[in-house]
């Protein structure tokens, strides 16, 4: 099976949980629980290859906290928050995972020049679908909710935020010398590898999307 091939079906199952998690209080926080836990011990072993004790654990504390934060926001919007604040987490979500997404394609079709020594995957064409992709999907299906000018504006600050969560994942990584932090998610690693964007974009997403 192809790596595209096990993204999509990932990505699927994914999506799979997250309707679930919608719909069904126990899942959301089984789903949130195994979340924290997992991105926590996957970033606790980075570190580990990187730094020394007191540096682990000064890192490590600050990570804790804001991971924390990052999840009480998503129960809080998705359990406590009206709907409209479920359609701007979902609006956030789909901004962050169309990012990768059109980076991966566009990167794999037209490829061209590296962006960074950081991540050597990445190309300029690849960042071109980072932003495409999510502006051409997003528009369509939440038009109805936001205005056109609040897509826009949204999809190039929180797309560019969730890129760059993912060069510092990807600058850590490679200093560490791991290719994926784990295998729990087939064709992606672990779950840090999917939500280094998520994790940084959504906080900000948010604020952003209660001011403009």
Partial sequence: MTELKKRIQTSIILFVILILALKYQFIL??????????????????????????????????FTFYLSFFILLIWNNLYIGNSYNKILLLFIISICVFTDI????????????????????????GMIGSYL????????????????????????????????????????????????TDKILPGHGGLLDRFDGIIFALPLGLFLLKVI
Avoid at 104 to 122: A, E, H, M, N, R
């Fill in 29 to 62: 926080s089984l789903t949130l629980i195994l979340i924290f836990h997992q991105i926590l011990f996957e970033f606790q072993l980075i570190l580990k290859k990187i730094y020394k004790k007191l540096e682990i654990y000064i890192i490590l504390t600050v």
């Fill in 102 to 125: 059109g980076g991966y394609v566009f990167g794999k079709i037209f490829k061209g020049k590296k962006l960074t020594k950081i991540s050597p995957k990445k190309t300029y064409s």
């Fill in 133 to 180: 992709m999510p502006l051409i999907i997003n528009t369509i299906i939440f038009k109805k909710y936001l205005a056109l000018d609040t897509i826009i504006i949204s999809i190039i600050i929180i797309s560019t935020v969730s890129q760059l969560g993912d060069l510092f994942i990807s600058y850590l990584k490679r200093k560490s010398k791991i290719k994926d």
